[in-house]
Nanobody, 124 residues
Framework: QVQLVESGGGLVQAGGSLRLSCAASGRTFSSYAMGWFRQAPGKEREFVAAISWSGGKTNYADSVKGRFTISRDNLKNTVYLQMNSLKPGDTAVYYC?????????????????WGQGTQVTVSS
C-alpha cells in the first residue's frame, strides 16, 4: 500500500514557475514508477510526465516537453514536477500516481495508487 500526498500548487502568472512535490509513504517507494497527471475543468484527466523507479527513464506529454521536468529522490520518498514557462492552459488539478512496474506508463489505468491532487492556476 502506498499513500501519496501532493503539495506545491498555487496561483502563478503566465511565464512563471512552480515545483510540485509528491510525498509517498511506505518502504517500497523505490520499486514504483511514478507519474503526474492533470485534469482541467470540464476535461478528462491527462498524462503529464512519468519516471521509472530508478529515475533513469522519463516520459513527457508533448504539451509539456521542454517546460516541465520530473525527478525523484528515493531517499526522501518524493517525486517532483518542476514546471517552467507556465501557460494558462496548464491550469488544472495535478495528481501524482504510483505504478508497481518497471515500465513507464502514460495511461492512467496502469497506475495503482493516486494522491488527492493539488490545484495549479496560471493567470494570463
Amino acid at each position: 500500500q502506498v499513500q501519496l500526498v501532493e503539495s506545491g500548487g498555487g496561483l502563478v502568472q503566465a511565464g512563471g514557475s512552480l515545483r510540485l512535490s509528491c510525498a509517498a509513504s511506505g518502504r517500497t517507494f523505490s520499486s514504483y514508477a511514478m507519474g503526474w497527471f492533470r485534469q482541467a475543468p470540464g476535461k478528462e484527466r491527462e498524462f503529464v510526465a512519468a519516471i521509472s523507479w530508478s529515475g533513469g527513464k522519463t516520459n513527457y506529454a508533448d504539451s509539456v516537453k521542454g517546460r516541465f521536468t520530473i525527478s525523484r529522490d528515493n531517499l526522501k520518498n518524493t517525486v517532483y514536477l518542476q514546471m517552467n514557462s507556465l501557460k494558462p492552459g496548464d491550469t488544472a488539478v495535478y495528481y501524482c500516481a504510483a505504478d508497481q512496474t518497471i515500465v513507464v506508463h502514460t495511461t492512467q489505468d496502469e497506475y495503482d495508487y493516486w494522491g488527492q491532487g493539488t490545484q495549479v492556476t496560471v493567470s494570463s
